[in-house]
């Protein structure tokens, strides 16, 4: 531990450090998907039908939307969502089928302090469960850190939405606690989890994503032979 010159504790020096760039609105490639800046026009009838699959709305449960009937009231919900200063919307795009399947944003960007939270994840149920929807988050995370140097990857979540809470856990996310009362959503209030990825964690991270993305990790009915959560153990260890 660092102390200044009067004895008190100070944190560790950040040597050169300067503000990082936004987000640039170019695509992010993968093997298994494509991650692009949001295009209302080519994207928000592909997302809406994606989520028509579902049965009901229940993926909306923990989201700032009840879901969506007509493909118009959608796009004017993108639309709406997608226009503020410190968010940059993504679809999420199958390689395979070469549609829009799933949305995710960074928020809350802060260069000067080189941080980025990862939010307003919507998974169709064309999405979920897939190695593009690993592949997705692995794009987005890489962005942040190789790409532009964060210090700090975030997502946060209401604490009672637990597939969330374990999805974070899963991609290496470190749990940090609970703000109480922090939002007040559809009438209700929201407890927020907060969790963390730092610069520092990220090479063992990366890797371990690396590894499970890799065609060589599924058998031919494309099953995994080693969990995402247990290569971020090894690599951590």
């Known amino acids: 531990m660092k102390h200044n010159e009067f004895g008190q504790p100070i944190g560790d020096p950040v040597p050169g ?8 609105r170019t695509p992010m490639v993968g093997r298994y998907c494509r991650v692009e800046p949001l295009d209302i026009s080519r994207h928000a009838a592909e997302l809406h039908a994606a989520n028509a699959d579902a049965a009901d709305h229940r993926r909306w449960t923990y989201l700032n939307a009840d879901g969506f009937d007509s493909a118009d009231a959608y796009r004017q919900w993108l639309a ?4 503020a200063n410190d ?3 993504h679809a999420i795009v199958d390689s395979l089928s070469n549609h829009a399947v799933g ?10 302090n080189g941080a980025i939270e990862v939010g307003h994840i919507n998974y169709s149920s064309r999405l979920q469960q897939t190695r593009a929807a690993t592949e997705a988050m692995f794009l987005m995370m890489r962005r942040a850190f190789d790409e532009l140097g964060y210090r700090r990857y ?3 979540c209401d604490s ?5 809470r ?15 009362q922090a939002v007040v959503y559809k009438d209700r209030n929201r407890d927020t989890a907060w969790f963390s990825i730092l610069d520092g964690e990220w090479p ?3 890797r371990a994503f690396e590894l499970w993305l890799a065609p060589d990790n599924f058998d031919a009915a494309g099953h995994q032979h080693h969990p995402l959560a247990e290569l971020i153990a090894s690599a951590r260890a």
């Not at 450090?17 to 640039?24: K, N, V």
Request: glycine fraction near 4%.
């Open 166 to 180: 374990r999805a974070a856990a899963r991609l290496g996310f470190q749990f940090e606690g609970i703000f109480r």
């Open 17 to 24: 450090w300067t503000p990082r760039p936004r987000p640039p």
């Open 204 to 206: 063992a991270i990366r």
């Open 160 to 164: 009672l939405n637990e597939p969330s």
């Open 154 to 156: 975030e997502w946060k």
């Open 80 to 83: 709406q969502m997608s226009a």
């Open 87 to 89: 968010t940059l919307f």
């Open 103 to 112: 949305v995710a944003a960074y928020l809350r960007i802060d260069p000067v």
